[in-house]
Antibody, heavy 116, light 111 residues
Framework: QVHLVQSGAEVKKPGASVKVSCKAS????????INWVRQAPGQGLEWMGF????????RYAQKFQGRVTMTKDTSISTAYMELRSLRSDDTAVYYC?????????WGQGTLVTVSS | QSVLTQPPSASGTPGQRVTISCSGS????????VYWYQHLPGTAPKLLIY???QRPSGVPDRFSGSKSGTSASLAISGLRSEDEADYYC????????????FGTGTKVTVL
């Protein structure tokens, strides 16, 4: 059974960085890419970017270019998303999602709170 | 601001049929597949429809997707109380070197 398990909630100060992990199990990690999606309080879903697990392809949403880095460690079937220069409006639940036929499996979400 | 526009809300009584629209453009819906996601508060989003009209295993056939030109629709027939959730259309957009976009979202209320 496919599972994506994310790291725990984080509280960060403005200007800091956060790195969220997403560990995959139940399938071959290097067959489907991983997307990162966030939802701020009272807002809709927002795509942040995609990282291929079998090639070197990474694609970021324009909004996050220069501030986000997505990486992977195929040896432990884990993807990472680091967001830098955090602002209060980065407070959100961050999800990883497998890029199968659509975003077919999702992590449980990681709440990142940015507050001074 | 999303390039995929949905009505903010829709509602129906149990057993009714509800339809949610998703309006896009040539660079997204007009060219690429449409996906639909259901999102209940406090849970991870769930894929309902992929590649315009395909249902993943386990998704009831009460949910159906369609597409015509630059618009798409999600229909929920035999509405049930557990269908009360936020629904998002989504897909790839070929402009700006390509990006994935979610629709503005529709809150479905079961009266």
């Amino acid at each position: 059974q496919v599972h994506l398990v994310q790291s725990g909630a984080e509280v960060k100060k403005p200007g800091a960085s956060v790195k969220v992990s997403c560990k995959a199990s139940g399938y071959t990690f290097n067959t489907d890419g991983i997307n990162w999606v966030r939802q701020a309080p009272g807002q809709g879903l927002e795509w942040m970017g995609f990282i291929s697990t079998k090639k070197d392809t990474i694609r970021y949403a324009q909004k996050f270019q220069g501030r986000v880095t997505m990486t992977k460690d195929t040896s432990i079937s884990t993807a990472y998303m680091e967001l830098r220069s955090l602002r209060s409006d980065d407070t959100a639940v961050y999800y990883c999602a497998r890029d199968g036929k659509g975003f077919d499996y999702w992590g449980q979400g990681t709440l990142v709170t940015v507050s001074s | 601001q999303s390039v995929l526009t949905q009505p903010p809300s829709a509602s129906g009584t149990p057993g009714q049929r509800v339809t949610i629209s998703c309006s896009g453009s040539d660079s997204n819906i007009g060219t690429n597949y449409v996906y639909w996601y259901q999102h209940l508060p406090g849970t991870a989003p769930k894929l309902l429809i992929y590649r315009d009209d395909q249902r993943p295993s386990g998704v009831p056939d009460r949910f159906s997707g369609s597409k015509s030109g630059t618009s798409a629709s999600l229909a929920i027939s035999g509405l049930r109380s557990e269908d009360e959730a936020d629904y998002y259309c989504a897909g790839w957009d070929d402009s700006l070197s390509g990006f994935y976009v979610f629709g503005t979202g529709t809150k479905v209320t079961v009266l």
